[in-house]
C-alpha cells in the first residue's frame, strides 16, 4: 500500500482557484483561462479566446483595473445538449493591477485564439477602452 502526503494548502489553493473561476463567470458561467504576469516595464496578460474575433473582444481600464469582457456564440443549435465543454455566452473578467500604468500606451493583439494584453508601467492616467490588433 502506498502512501500519499496530504498537503492541505494545496486543497485550499485549489477551492480558492475554483470559486474565483466561479465568481468571475458571465452569466452563462464562462471565464476564459488567463494568466497575468508582470515584467520590469509591464503587466501582461494573456487569455484563451478561441473563435472569437477583434470585434467580440471588449477592453477597459479605470481606477487601475482591467476589465475583459467578450462574447462567444454557439457555433450550433442543438434541441437538446448531450455534452458541454465549450463555453459560449457572455463573460467578463476584472482584474486590480498593483501599480499605476500608462493607459495611453496599452496595446493589445490577437493571435491564433490568444489574447495578448500588454500595459506598460507607468504614471496614472484617466479610464480608457483599447483596441485589439
Do not use: N
Not at 24 to 31: M, N
Not at 35 to 55: H, Y
Not at 107 to 125: E, N, Q, R
Amino acid at each position: 500500500m502506498a502512501f500519499a502526503r496530504w498537503d492541505p494548502f494545496r486543497d485550499l489553493i485549489t477551492i480558492q482557484q475554483q470559486l474565483e473561476r466561479l465568481a468571475s463567470s458571465g452569466p452563462q458561467g464562462w471565464a476564459p483561462a488567463v494568466d497575468l504576469c508582470e515584467t520590469d516595464t509591464a503587466f501582461i496578460l494573456t487569455a484563451e479566446l478561441p473563435g472569437l474575433s477583434r470585434e467580440q473582444i471588449r477592453i477597459e481600464i479605470a481606477d487601475g483595473r482591467l476589465t475583459l469582457q467578450g462574447r462567444r456564440d454557439a457555433r450550433v443549435s442543438c434541441q437538446q445538449y448531450h455534452q458541454v465543454e465549450r463555453g459560449h455566452g457572455e463573460f467578463c473578467r476584472t482584474f486590480a493591477l498593483p501599480q499605476a500604468v500608462d493607459a495611453e500606451h496599452i496595446a493589445a493583439d490577437l493571435a491564433d485564439g490568444v489574447l495578448t494584453i500588454t500595459v506598460p508601467k507607468g504614471p496614472a492616467t484617466g479610464p480608457r477602452r483599447v483596441s485589439v490588433s
